[in-house]
Nanobody, 123 residues
Framework: QVQLVESGGGLVQAGGSLRLSCGAS????????MGWFRQAPGKEREFAVA????????SYADSVKGRFTISRDNANNTVYLQMDNLKPEDTAVYYC????????????????WGQGTQVTVSS
């Protein structure tokens, strides 16, 4: 079992920035595609951004494109989510996920999940 632990969430004013981190243990990090998903209360979990094993490919949801940036450091078993120009509609629990298969946007394709970190954006 791979363990993923998110950190960096918090309360920020609209227009501000946050940087989330996700540390992985219990597997070979460099073999996994990584993704970030988010879920607001009463809503379905939705795709935000993903990155391939070697960082050569990335995929962004239209709602975050141009504002969020995903990156990874395979030497330190860590994936990051830089969030800039945050909006109130970005408020959600953000989940880190790892996939044994290729990078994709489907939650069902991810094999391991973190417990989430809360991001709240105020007006």
């Amino acid at each position: 079992q791979v363990q993923l632990v998110e950190s960096g969430g918090g309360l920020v004013q609209a227009g501000g920035s946050l940087r989330l981190s996700c540390g992985a243990s219990g597997g070979t990090f460099s073999t996994y595609a990584m993704g970030w998903f988010r879920q607001a209360p009463g809503k379905e979990r939705e795709f935000a951004v993903a990155i391939s094993r070697g960082s050569l490919r990335t995929s962004y949801a239209d709602s975050v494109k141009g504002r969020f940036t995903i990156s990874r450091d395979n030497a330190n078993n860590t994936v990051y989510l830089q969030m800039d120009n945050l909006k109130p509609e970005d408020t959600a629990v953000y989940y880190c996920a790892a996939a044994r298969g290729p990078m994709n946007r489907s939650p069902e394709s991810y094999d391991y999940w973190g417990q989430g970190t809360q991001v709240t954006v105020s007006s």
